[in-house]
């Protein structure tokens, strides 16, 4: 039997929030103030700060000693000598050359599992740091609805919402009404994501809550990724990047996107 501590389920994204040092006063209060009370939580927290301090550890680190590569170096250079005196006098007893050549063989099988083990560890670095964007995206979207947070500015008319967030954020987002489309647009606010503010336009698919994140193209970059129950769908267009984040099914949040794609103003 699993003897992982389970959290509240609606408080599991915000202990990783308080964990990294990403959630607002607001929320990083509340979350301090329920792990006061809650057994569960408590417990739960305290395995990701554990968590967190193991991955930290020298440990994990893929580190060569010293003296591989200087057997490495050493069998090459023997290697060189032996070819250069076989081609002078060309009479190299072969059976003195097996162990050699299986011994250079094993460096460098050695040499190239160092390799494969360095060329994981960037990629999985670098998926970590895609899917840790994608999770603070996702924790904007669960903050929003904990708090009763949806919007700054609660508005149906895109005539009302475009002009609030001029001079709250250093761009003018795309600001599209999608009613038509049976997407209403609920409203409008402001969001802090990976250090920077971004612009989250709010709509509503049935009983859906579907939160639009937008930010200039380059800054940051989001993927595709179901996380906890909740998905995000992103892409790149006229210079900005928009991540769609709801529980909506996938396939209707990527209708969603194609509908918001054809009704953006070009370029």
């Known amino acids: ?27 990083a209060l509340m979350v301090e103030e329920h792990l006061q009370g809650c057994r569960e939580c408590a417990a739960a927290y305290r395995e990701i700060l554990h968590q967190k301090k193991l991955l930290k550890g020298r440990d994990l680190r893929l580190q060569a000693p010293a003296s591989l590569r200087d057997s490495i170096m050493s069998a090459i250079a023997a290697e060189e000598r032996a070819m250069a005196g076989e081609a002078a006098s060309n009479a190299i007893d072969e059976r003195r050359q ?14 190239s599992a160092m ?34 947070h949806l919007t700054d500015v609660a508005s149906s008319d895109r005539h009302t919402v475009k002009p609030w967030f001029l001079g709250k954020a250093d761009f003018a987002p795309p600001v599209v009404d999608m009613a038509e489309k049976d997407y209403p647009m609920i409203g409008g606010r402001l969001d802090y994501i990976d250090s920077r503010v971004v ?9 859906h809550v579907i939160n639009l994140f937008i930010w200039p193209a380059g800054k940051m970059k989001a993927s595709d990724e179901t996380i906890d129950g909740y998905h995000v769908v992103s892409w790149t267009q006229g210079g900005f990047t928009y991540a769609a984040v709801s529980d909506l099914n996938v396939k209707e949040l990527q209708e969603f996107q194609s509908e918001l794609s054809k009704a953006l103003p070009s370029p």
């Open 115 to 148: 390799a494969l083990a360095a060329s994981i560890t960037l990629f999985v670095s670098s998926q970590s740091s895609m899917t840790g964007l994608d999770r603070q995206l996702v924790a904007g979207h669960v903050r929003s609805l904990l708090v009763s």
């Open 98 to 111: 097996i162990p050699r050549r299986a011994y250079i063989a094993s460096a460098m099988t050695a040499f």
């Open 199 to 207: 612009a989250a336009v709010v709509y509503r698919r049935q009983r």
């Open 1 to 27: 039997m699993s003897t992982e501590p389970r959290p509240c389920a609606e408080r599991g994204l915000l202990l990783h929030g308080l964990a990294d040092g990403e959630l607002d006063a607001f929320n």
